[in-house]
């Protein structure tokens, strides 16, 4: 069975802070994929990136940044400088290579980021 | 493209009442999933569909059926809600051939009382 599991499940900051989401996930697949999903408070869910299991590689898209270790089944992803539009729930999901319909999700962490 | 879209946004039920939330893509994605959000607890898969007149059961499947006549549409019907079915419900459809990021609807937001 496959799990995700983000310990914090709120985190408050001040502009301009970096904030660190954690992810560790289970699988016992050896291809899989990860993502990150954003859900602003109108509700919608937001694709942020998603990477795949042979491709250990940081990735930084302008203020966000994400951390893969496999050796910790972890996937983490950092806020730099952050913004109040950063505000929001960030969930984390896992799905298996060959059934990449069937997305497990983490809780959530929510970011409140205070002016 | 509208992408994903959801109808009703918003709903009532009696217990014991049944409804159909819909749900519709234009993208021509042969993969569709509905989820559903619980405070606390993130998304959790209830059927999904890798095509047209094929559908199977995900994490939480009791309490709804769903039917996949066309590419485009994948309604979610509840028999006779439950308290427990109180929830927002996710849509979501994927491009089986390139991609494996899925793409949600604006979501319902279900209360049964």
């Known amino acids: 069975a496959q799990k995700v599991t983000q310990a914090q499940t709120e985190i408050s900051v001040v502009e301009k802070e970096d904030v660190t989401l954690d992810c560790v996930y289970e699988?016992?697949?050896?291809?899989?994929?990860l993502f990150w999903y954003k859900q602003p408070p109108s509700g919608e869910l937001v694709f942020l990136i998603r990477?795949?299991?042979?491709?250990?590689q940081n990735e930084i898209s302008g203020r966000y940044s994400w951390n893969f270790q496999k050796s910790t089944s972890s996937f983490n992803f950092t806020i730099t400088a952050s913004q109040v539009v950063d505000s929001a729930v960030y969930f984390c999901?896992?799905?298996?290579?060959?059934?990449?319909?069937?997305?497990?999700f983490g809780g959530g962490t929510r970011v409140l980021v205070k002016p | 493209n509208a992408g994903v879209t959801q109808t009703p946004k918003f709903q009532v039920l009696k217990t014991g009442q049944s409804m159909t939330l819909q749900c519709a893509q234009d993208?021509?994605?042969?993969?569709m999933s509905w989820y559903r959000q619980d405070p606390g607890m993130g998304l959790r898969l209830i059927h999904y569909?890798?095509?047209?007149?094929?559908?199977d059961q995900g994490e939480v499947p009791n309490g709804y059926n769903v039917s996949r006549s066309t590419t485009e549409d994948f309604p979610l019907r509840l028999l006779s809600a439950a308290p427990s079915q109180t929830s927002v419900y996710f849509c979501?459809?994927?491009?089986?051939?390139?991609?494996?990021?899925?793409?949600f609807g604006p979501g319902t937001r279900l209360t049964v009382t």
């Open positions: 990477r795949n299991s042979f491709d250990e």
């Open positions: 699988t016992r697949d050896t291809t899989y994929y």
């Open positions: 999901a896992l799905t298996r290579g060959a059934a990449g319909n069937k997305l497990t």
């Open positions: 569909s890798v095509g047209a007149g094929i559908t």
């Open positions: 979501a459809s994927r491009d089986g051939a390139s991609t494996y990021e899925q793409y």
């Open positions: 993208m021509n994605h042969e993969y």
